[in-house]
């Protein structure tokens, strides 16, 4: 019996009842969905985490070997996978270019070519010491291996002869090819010690080369080959004679192959005094051929091109001394002290020997009565004159050559042995200069055991 008075139908009841287990159903269909996308947020986040667990493992341990899934020789049916996307593109490096522009120059030898995809290089802080032909190379290592000291200069080719088996054809034309040494043997043993070495490549002073190839000398306006007594009344291969510019730069690319570690170019100049003859040399009508400075400003910016640019090795040039502080004596060299670093080449060596400066040398206002008696102050003073020039932006390093010779045929009482501390004291004047890098220079390939640091000693 029913008490409330309310009557039922049984068609809405059954209405009711089948609406309830509809709703039901959806409330079970929905917490599914929840669940399942609970689930799958769980499986992801565990996924990550093992992820990044093996990737610290793999972190850990140097030994894990990379795996590049884009070249990855893994496939498919539909081909290689592919999982890593490109990467953006990177800009070109590009060598920016210092030294001004010279129309006279395009004309003469036509428009300069820069790399079209230069390699970066390194600059490395050099405390060398020049070994010749591999002349004492034991005990320099030795020297080396307990002081400061950190990279040698190897001759490749000197003014009579090529050290090494070359290739070159025009070297065995000229028939100076003296092979000394293995290169490849001295590489190895100078690298397994640590040691950078740096290839020397005595240039314009050839005078086989201009004998070979006459038309290829400093001749007179008739033709005929000069001879230069200051030069040892040799001939001079010409500056100017693109030819051999290709001549010296092919020996360096033959050097870079061996696996040398930088190229340093010597005796880029013209010849000093007058000719044996008294005939002027000629290189076609005045207003047409560029100054001495600027061959040799275009010859040094070609063989950075070719070989600094091209394939990452250093070049460097050595300058007179006197070039850094006389203007006039730089005209005649054609090393022009305010243009030559601007060429970019990694390095240039000015040769700062005191004993090579006239007795009564004026510098920066002071007068030196016996040069070679004042290694400190000779080594400031010349640096400190060409430092207005040096501090350039895009300018060379400056690594200056240091005597390291005693100079006794300037005369009884005008020289000073150069001992360990004669030698030590150019470095500290190098360094109160404000530069830190040297060669030292010593013919018989004979130095004094000591630290070489300078102010560090």
Known sequence: MINDNRRYDLNDYKRTRKMEKEKSKAKVAALQRIFLILLCVSLMLALILIGTILGKKTSKNPDAPLINLKTSSATTSSGPIETIPSPTPTVPYTVPEYLPESNLSDSYWGDFQPVENPVPYEHHEIHALYISATENIDACIELANNSEINAFVLDLKESACVYFDTENEIAKQVGYVWPVYDLDEVLAKCHENNIYVIGRIVCFKDPKLAQTFPDRAICDSAGNMLYFPTEGSN??????????WDYYISIGEEAIAHGIDEIQFDYVRFPTGNTTSGATPYFGPADEVPSKADAINRFLLTARTRLQDKYGVPVGADIF?????????????????????????????????????????????AVYEKPDKEPYAMMYGVLMNGRQYSDQEGYSTVRPYLQAFTAEYIGKDNYLVYDYDAINAQIRGLQDAGFSEFILWNAAVEYPTGNYGGNND
């Open 235 to 244: 001939a001079f291969a010409s500056p100017y004679d693109s030819r051999n």
């Open 321 to 365: 001394g006197i070039a850094v502080t006389s203007s006039l004596d730089g005209d005649i060299l054609g090393q022009d002290w305010e243009t030559v670093g601007l060429t970019g080449v990694d390095s240039l060596c000015p040769m700062i020997y005191p004993s090579h400066y006239a007795l009564g040398t004026m510098l920066n206002g």
